[in-house]
Nanobody
Framework: QVQLVESGGGLVQAGDSLTLSCVAS????????MGWFRQAPGKEREFVAS????????DYSDSVKGRFTISRDNAKDTVYLQMSSLKSEDTAVYYC?????????????????WGQGTQVTVSS
């Protein structure tokens, strides 16, 4: 079992930056690939970014590529999502998730453990 706790969300202006953190506990963090997903009101949850267990492989959705950066610190059991040039359409609840398949994935069903989410609101 892995417990994930996100933090760092908040209300920002368009064009601002924000960094989300997700701390894991329970099992060996480095055994898991990690992902960030988001869900806006009235919309389905969508993939944002993924990072492999070793941190060298990363993947981003087209909508955030070039603006968001995913990273991890296995010594701190933490995954980060650095978000810059935020837009109003980035407003959503952001979730981190852990996948035992260890490699990057855009598919939510490959992720076994999920955090409770953190709200990001971008005002224009």
């Amino acid at each position: 079992q892995v417990q994930l706790v996100e933090s760092g969300g908040g209300l920002v202006q368009a064009g601002d930056s924000l960094t989300l953190s997700c701390v894991a506990s329970g099992r060996t963090f480095s055994s898991y690939a990690m992902g960030w997903f988001r869900q806006a009101p009235g919309k389905e949850r969508e993939f944002v970014a993924s990072i492999a267990w070793h941190g060298s492989s990363k993947d981003y959705s087209d909508s955030v590529k070039g603006r968001f950066t995913i990273s991890r610190d296995n010594a701190k059991d933490t995954v980060y999502l650095q978000m810059s040039s935020l837009k109003s359409e980035d407003t959503a609840v952001y979730y981190c998730a852990a996948s035992s398949i260890r490699y990057i994935s855009r598919t939510s069903s490959t992720y076994t453990f999920w955090g409770q989410g953190t709200q990001v609101t971008v005002s224009s």
